[in-house]
């Protein structure tokens, strides 16, 4: 069975702060890493990772996957109260239509 | 801008009732999913489909059916509601495998069963 693990569960920390989430994953075919933020509405795609070692960078956000060792790091630097939100990781596995599996996700709070 | 529409944002309703939860996407993706999302639990895949008239069971499929009689829509279809499908509902759409293309998602449905 594919497992996703992201942590921590919840992080609270003050404006202008940098973050780093994790996420490791176990999962049969590997395909893809995906993070997305979730405000108060549907989740937003942020980034998808598949190849190792390629940092992608969106604004303060960059993602890195590791695939030898099963994990990706979401960095967001100099943190805003907009950053607010529910972090979700998810790994795409498999060709045919099989699902995204998801981590429990991260509940970030930026205080001002 | 592409979209996928969630027919209600809040729901309540009674225990036993039979509920529709109605999802749209305009994007012409083949493949549509449902999750509900819990706290402390996450994204739980509850059923998808991968064209008209068919579907296949997620994770957790118990007390679900669903129902894509055509490509823009995929309806989940609670027979008869209970307490603990209480939750955030979330539909969405992929262009193809998930893996390649990942997901838009719906505005969710917030369910509570009284």
């Known amino acids: 069975e594919d497992k996703v693990v992201q942590s921590p569960l919840s992080l609270v920390v003050h404006e202008g702060d940098t973050v780093t989430l994790n996420c490791s994953y176990e999962v049969t075919n590997f395909r893809s890493l995906l993070w997305y933020k979730q405000e108060k509405k549907a989740p937003t795609f942020l980034f998808m990772l598949?190849?190792?070692?390629i940092e992608k960078k969106s604004g303060r956000l960059s993602s890195i996957l590791d695939k030898k060792e099963l994990f990706s790091i979401l960095n967001i630097t100099a943190t805003q109260t907009g950053d607010s939100a529910i972090y979700l990781c998810?790994?795409?596995?498999?060709?045919?239509?099989?699902?995204?599996?998801f981590g429990k996700g991260t509940h970030l709070i930026i205080q001002p | 801008d592409v979209k996928v529409t969630q027919s209600s944002r809040y729901l309540v309703k009674r225990t036993g009732e039979k509920v529709f939860l109605e999802c749209v996407q305009d994007?012409?993706?083949?493949?549509m999913f449902w999750y509900r999302q819990d706290p402390g639990l996450g994204l739980r895949l509850i059923y998808f489909s991968y064209d008209v008239k068919m579907k296949e069971k997620g994770d957790i499929p118990e007390g679900y059916s669903v129902s894509r009689e055509k490509k823009e829509r995929f309806s989940l279809i609670l027979e008869s509601a209970s307490t603990n499908q209480t939750s955030m509902y979330l539909c969405a759409s992929s262009l193809g495998t998930p893996g390649a293309y990942g997901y838009t998602f719906g505005s969710g449905t917030r369910l509570t069963v009284v």
């Open positions: 598949t190849s190792s070692g």
């Open positions: 994007m012409d993706h083949e493949n």
């Open positions: 998810a790994v795409g596995s498999g060709g045919g239509a099989d699902g995204l599996t």
